[in-house]
C-alpha cells in the first residue's frame, strides 16, 4: 500500500487544486469527497471512485474495504498531509478522488408523472446545499439548474448538501435549453415570481410539474415569467415580499407532495 507523508507531495498539491479550483476539477474531472457518510451516498449514486486516502488512527483499512466494493487505489498518508486536505472542522480521516458525472439534460431518467425543481442563477454554495437537501427529502425526479453561477462539485457545495448532491439527479443549462427540455417532455412548469402570480395552492401539481425559482436579490428573468404555465407566489404577510430560496423552494416542493399523497 502507498504511503505519503509529505504536503510538497506532487499528488498531494494536485489534489489541494482540486479543492480549491473549478478549473483544475473541470480539467481533470475530477473531485474530492471528505468523510464517510459522504463517500457513501455518493457511491450508492453511481459515483465512480478512483483513490481513497486515509488517515490510519482514524479509520481502518477494512473499514474502507467495507465501504467501497468496486477496485480503486488506496493511499495512508499522516496528519499532516490530512489536515492540508481536509475542508472540515470534524475529523473523519477518510477523503476519496471521484469522477464528476455528466450534467446534461439528455442524460435524465425521469418517471412518467415527474416533480422537477428548476432554480435559476444560484450562487451562493449553501443556498445550492440547502436546495439539494430538499430535493433529496422530497425525493424528487431531478433538479436542474438554470445558468448555473457555481461549478456543482465545489467542496462548500458538497459540505452544505450533505452529501444530497450525490442523491439527486442533476444538469444545468441555459435559461432557454431547459424552457425547451420541460416543454419538449410536455411537462408544465410554474414560475415563482411577484409579478403577475396567483397564489401557488390554487395550481394543480399532479401532472408532470416543475417548479422554479430565481435568486432572493432578483428573482427569475423575463423569459421564466413570460413561459410559465402560470406565475405563482407564496403570499407574505409581513414587511417584506421574499424568503431564502431554499424555503421558498421547500413551501412549493410539499405542497405538490401534498396534492400527490406524499
Not at 27 to 42: D, P, W, Y
Not at 160 to 184: H, P, R, W
Not at 187 to 215: D, M, R
Not at 237 to 254: C, K, P, R, T, Y
Request: proline residues 3%.
Amino acid at each position: 500500500m502507498k504511503q505519503i507523508t509529505s504536503v510538497q507531495n506532487p499528488f498531494i498539491k494536485s489534489l489541494v487544486l482540486l479543492q480549491e479550483k473549478a478549473k483544475a476539477r473541470k480539467q481533470t474531472g475530477t473531485f474530492l469527497i471528505e468523510g464517510q457518510r459522504e463517500i457513501s451516498l455518493a457511491i450508492k449514486g453511481g459515483y465512480e471512485i478512483e483513490t481513497v486516502l486515509f488517515l490510519p488512527e482514524l479509520v481502518s483499512e477494512s473499514e474502507i474495504n467495507k465501504l467501497i466494493q468496486a477496485p480503486f487505489q488506496i493511499i495512508e498518508i499522516n496528519k499532516e498531509v490530512y489536515q492540508k486536505l481536509a475542508y472540515r472542522d470534524t475529523t473523519e480521516g477518510i477523503l476519496a478522488v471521484a469522477k464528476t458525472k455528466s450534467l446534461k439534460l439528455s442524460d435524465l431518467k425521469l418517471s412518467d408523472n415527474p416533480l422537477i425543481l428548476v432554480v435559476e442563477s444560484l450562487e451562493k454554495p449553501g443556498n445550492i446545499g440547502a436546495v439539494l437537501r430538499t430535493a433529496d427529502a422530497a425525493n424528487l425526479d431531478a433538479v436542474l439548474i438554470a445558468n448555473p453561477k457555481s461549478d456543482l462539485y465545489n467542496p462548500n457545495i458538497v459540505r452544505s448538501s450533505v452529501g444530497c448532491l450525490f442523491t439527486n439527479q442533476i444538469a444545468t443549462g441555459t435559461t432557454a435549453e431547459i424552457i425547451a427540455f420541460l416543454k419538449e417532455k410536455k411537462i408544465n412548469f410554474y414560475s415563482a415570481t411577484l409579478q403577475n402570480s396567483t397564489s401557488y395552492h390554487t395550481q394543480n401539481f399532479t401532472t408532470p410539474t416543475a417548479l422554479v425559482v430565481g435568486t432572493e436579490a432578483t428573482g427569475l428573468t423575463q423569459e421564466w415569467r413570460d413561459e410559465a404555465t402560470q406565475n405563482i407566489i407564496i403570499p407574505m404577510q409581513g414587511e417584506i415580499d421574499s424568503m431564502n430560496v431554499s424555503v421558498a423552494a421547500a413551501i412549493l416542493i410539499f405542497e405538490a407532495k401534498r396534492q400527490r399523497g406524499f
